[in-house]
C-alpha cells in the first residue's frame, strides 16, 4: 500500500496528495513530507521554507497572491489545525486553463495537502475559528515580486464558501488589483520543476 495517495484536480498541474495515517490505540502518525515519496508526485521540487499562518476567525480570506519572476513559488498546502477551502488560479499564458480556478478543503483532520506550482496564484479562506495553514515554499520570500489579484474578481469567479460581507481581509488584499488587463509573466511551457 503506497504511503501517499495523488489526485490530479481540474487543473493537472494542482496536486492533491494525502499522506497515509498510521492509526493505533495512541493516536497517529504520517510523515508529511518526504523527498523519497513526494518527489514523484511533486516532480524534483527543493523546498528553501517553512511558512505557518494562525487566523483566528471562519471567514479570514488571504490570496490571491503570488510572486513574480525572478522569484516565483510553488506552495505545498496543509492544514495543521481547523479547515480551509485552498484555491488555486492558473496565471500561465498559453495554457487551456489560464485563468480557471481550482479549490480543495483541506483539513486537520483529513490530512489533506494542495500542490500550488508556480504560475499560479494562492489563496485560501478559513472555514471555521483558530484555524492553522502550514505550508512549504521552493522559492524565498521576495517583497519586490510579491503580486496578488482580487479574491472576489468576476472574471475569475471563485465560488468561496463564505458570503463576501463575512470575509475578513488584510488592507492589502482589499485592495488586490482585478484579472482585467492582468498582463501574466508566466507561461505554461516554462522550464520548472514545479509548473
Ligand atoms: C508571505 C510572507 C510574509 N512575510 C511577512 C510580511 C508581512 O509583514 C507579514 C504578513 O504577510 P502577508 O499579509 O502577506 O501574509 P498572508 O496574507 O498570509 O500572505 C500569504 O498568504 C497567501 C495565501 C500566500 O499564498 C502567500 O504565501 C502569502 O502571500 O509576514 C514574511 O516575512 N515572509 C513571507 O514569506
Request: charged share 20%; hydrophobic share 40%; with cysteine.
Amino acid at each position: 500500500m503506497s504511503n501517499l495517495i495523488v489526485r490530479p484536480t481540474r487543473i493537472p498541474a494542482v496536486v492533491l496528495v494525502i499522506p497515509r495515517r498510521f492509526g493505533d490505540e495512541r493516536g497517529w502518525f504520517s510523515e508529511t513530507y518526504s523527498t523519497r515519496t513526494f518527489s514523484d508526485a511533486l516532480g524534483g521540487i527543493t523546498f528553501m521554507q517553512d511558512n505557518q499562518a494562525f487566523s483566528a476567525q471562519k471567514g479570514t480570506l488571504r490570496g490571491l497572491h503570488f510572486q513574480r519572476p525572478p522569484e516565483p513559488q510553488a506552495k505545498l498546502v496543509r492544514v495543521l489545525r481547523g479547515s480551509i477551502f485552498d484555491v488555486a488560479v492558473d496565471l500561465r499564458l498559453g495554457s487551456p486553463t489560464y485563468g480557471h480556478w481550482v479549490g480543495e478543503t483541506l483539513t486537520a483532520n483529513g490530512g489533506e495537502q494542495l500542490f500550488v506550482p508556480h504560475g499560479f496564484a494562492h489563496g485560501y479562506c478559513t472555514l471555521e475559528p483558530n484555524t492553522e495553514v502550514a505550508y512549504k515554499v521552493d522559492g524565498f520570500y521576495a517583497p519586490a515580486c510579491d503580486a496578488g489579484l482580487a479574491w472576489d474578481d468576476p472574471t475569475i469567479g471563485i465560488s468561496w464558501p463564505i458570503a463576501a460581507e463575512d470575509a475578513i481581509l488584510s488592507d492589502k488584499d482589499k485592495k488586490q488589483p482585478a484579472f482585467a488587463g492582468f498582463i501574466s509573466p508566466f507561461h505554461v511551457h516554462q522550464t520548472s520543476a514545479a509548473a
